[in-house]
């Protein structure tokens, strides 16, 4: 089984809705962190957290929130959706000191119409 | 601020050649320095890590990556291209931030690998 899972893998949805994208993790990190991923761009960073008492925003965090339900569970929303949030999100998680690198989920294709 | 700068969006090379990936980083600290592949639909996987040890970092796949503090650089290289290493390559360094450590990641090279 995949030690970073994401659901869903894609999704198709309208302007103004509100979308939940769902993390869970096995490896036992403390650390997760999202992304989203556009052509030419690499990766930017949305929202990071320590650990479940613990919510930080990364570079991009406007128009989006975050909930840290438990050590293993991240997810993100987007309270109001707009077609500039098309784009690849991944979860991520890491150890503490990050010198392992960072564990990718395999993404969700989201789709703002 | 600590960055990363990729050379080149899209790299292609024939089968059998060498690829070389190019990554510069900008850091104020000793950096850890990573490779990253991403295969069409897929989520991205650590090829190799640079952390403060040997400077010639061997991955997996064949590649490796050579750290050079006087050239601010930690270039991807692989001595023979097979069909199957067509991806997205991306370098990230880490960033230290109080007690977190976070990934900044350049913006990505296209490998192409040709008959």
């Known amino acids: 089984d995949a030690d970073v899972t994401q659901t869903p893998r894609n999704r198709i949805t309208k302007t103004g809705k509100r979308i939940m994208l769902e993390c869970s993790q096995t490896k036992g990190h403390d650390r997760m962190y999202w992304y989203r991923q556009d052509p030419g761009l690499g990766l930017r960073l949305i929202y990071y957290?320590?650990?479940?008492?613990?919510?930080n925003k990364g570079e991009i965090s406007d128009g989006y929130s975050v909930s840290r339900q438990a050590q293993a569970k991240f997810s993100l929303s987007l309270e109001s959706a707009i077609p500039n949030q098309t784009a690849l999100y991944f979860c991520?998680?890491?150890?503490?000191?990050?010198?392992?690198?960072?564990?990718f989920g395999p993404g969700t294709r989201l789709t703002v119409l | 601020a600590q960055s990363v700068t990729q050379l080149g969006s899209h790299v292609s090379v024939s089968e059998g050649a060498l690829v070389l990936l190019r990554c510069n980083y900008s850091s104020s600290v000793p950096p850890y320095l990573f490779w990253y592949v991403q295969y069409p639909n897929q989520g991205l996987q650590l090829l190799l890590k640079y952390t403060s040890a040997a400077t010639l970092v061997k991955g997996i796949n064949g590649f490796e990556a050579e750290f050079k503090k006087s050239e601010t650089s930690f270039h991807l290289t692989k001595p023979s291209a097979h069909m199957s290493d067509a991806a997205e390559y991306f370098c990230a360094v880490r960033i230290n931030t109080g007690t977190a450590s976070k990934l900044t990641f350049g913006t990505g090279t296209r490998l192409q690998v040709t008959l």
């Open positions: 957290s320590f650990d479940v008492k613990d919510i």
């Open positions: 991520a998680t890491s150890d503490p000191t990050g010198a392992t690198g960072q564990f």
